[in-house]
């Protein structure tokens, strides 16, 4: 079936340590986005990319980074920069406006 | 700029009643708007979305929202519910043809349903 896979669902990091979120989508969309969600708040823009091998901040992308090498994977690094990192990540990608998201990644740390 | 104030954080409700869930927005230019559903540790699901056109909008699981240009309205509503539409509901806005498709969300609003 089409759709976003994110990996993995439950991850914990211990301070000072870098992660790397996957996210890879078989839609064939150009566009893709990662959100950080916490409790009782609405969806916060960390990066997105409109094209293979480009890709721009996002709202919070502060103590983050992404790539995109190619069309179909934009994974996400939370770095020890990253003050506050437990939180629940979202990929998505876009349609014809609306956006298809994946399970989400969860990541506490330690 | 864009932004989204869904004006309740939580809706109770007993099973079988109406339901509306509201949405406000704000934008200086044309927008899309949208209403997604999340259950406890899942994505977010598209519930409906308006594009253009017609003003009342249909979804899934019996949901529609109507789409009011002057008052900046996106309401979300349902004749009846189920225990089973006790989820998290997110309202989010997407400038037209612009801003990169970047969507704007609500903070959310907590559907419970009791029997």
């Known amino acids: 079936d089409g759709g976003i896979t994110q990996s993995p669902k439950y991850l914990f990091r211990k301070e000072g340590q870098n992660v790397t979120l996957s996210c890879e989508q078989n839609l064939n969309h150009d566009a893709m986005y990662w959100y950080r969600q916490d409790p009782g708040q609405g969806l916060r823009l960390i990066y997105y990319s409109q094209i293979v091998n480009d890709f721009q901040k996002g709202d919070i992308a502060e103590g983050y980074s992404v790539s995109r090498e190619k069309k179909e994977s934009f994974p996400l690094t939370v770095t020890s920069a990253q003050k506050n990192p437990t939180a629940f990540y979202l990929c998505a990608s876009r349609g014809t406006g609306e956006l298809f998201f994946g399970e989400g990644s969860r990541l506490t740390v330690l | 700029a864009q932004s989204v104030t869904q004006l309740d954080s939580q809706v109770p409700v007993f099973e079988e009643a109406p339901v509306e869930l509201r949405c406000n927005y704000s934008s200086s230019v044309s927008v899309y708007l949208f209403w997604y559903v999340q259950y406890p540790n899942q994505g977010l699901q598209l519930l409906l979305k308006y594009l253009s056109g017609s003003t009342l909008v249909k979804g899934i699981n019996g949901f529609e929202a109507e789409f009011n240009k002057s008052q900046t309205s996106f309401h979300l509503r349902k004749p009846s519910v189920h225990i089973s539409d006790t989820a998290e509901y997110f309202c989010?806005?997407?400038?037209?043809?612009?801003?990169?498709?970047?969507?704007?969300f609500g903070d959310g609003t907590t559907l419970t349903v009791k029997p």
């Open positions: 989010a806005v997407s400038a037209y043809n612009t801003n990169a498709g970047k969507s704007t």
